[in-house]
């Protein structure tokens, strides 16, 4: 399994965790759009997520958006399924570890 390390500036290592927190909660909303085939509400959180996880460093969690996203827009609730759990998955783990460098730069964080 990947270690998911993202390397972030110090500046946002504050707003990290409730990042986090906000977008674990989203796992159910996600799941509950897939049962009622709510195609929107899967792509308006893949587009959220693509952004909002791409500004804080998250790219592998910004590319599970965009493939979500994607996979809203074609309808293809299949592979919203797979990426739902790619995104679940992602944010499962809960190890954490930060160094700063002299920079104040997070040189790793562990989701």
């Given at each position: 399994?990947?270690?998911?390390?993202i390397?972030?500036?110090?500046?946002?290592?504050?707003?990290?965790?409730?990042?986090?927190?906000r977008?674990?909660g989203?796992?159910e909303?996600?799941?509950?759009?897939?049962?009622?085939?709510?195609?929107m509400?899967?792509?308006d959180?893949?587009?959220?997520l693509?952004?909002?996880?791409?500004?804080?460093g998250?790219?592998a969690?910004?590319?599970?958006?965009?493939?979500?996203?994607?996979?809203?827009?074609?309808?293809d609730l299949?592979?919203?399924?797979?990426a739902?759990?790619?995104?679940?998955?992602y944010?499962?783990?809960?190890?954490?570890?930060?160094?700063?460098?002299?920079?104040?730069q997070?040189?790793?964080?562990?989701?």
């Amino acid at each position: 399994m990947s270690s998911n390390r993202i390397t972030i500036d110090a500046d946002l290592e504050p707003l990290i965790p409730r990042f986090l927190e906000r977008r674990r909660g989203e796992i159910e909303q996600l799941r509950v759009a897939l049962r009622e085939h709510d195609l929107m509400t899967l792509k308006d959180i893949g587009h959220s997520l693509k952004g909002s996880a791409g500004s804080y460093g998250f790219d592998a969690l910004s590319d599970v958006g965009a493939i979500l996203e994607e996979a809203a827009k074609a309808g293809d609730l299949e592979a919203s399924e797979q990426a739902v759990e790619s995104y679940h998955g992602y944010l499962s783990s809960d190890r954490k570890s930060t160094r700063l460098n002299s920079s104040h730069q997070i040189i790793s964080y562990a989701v």
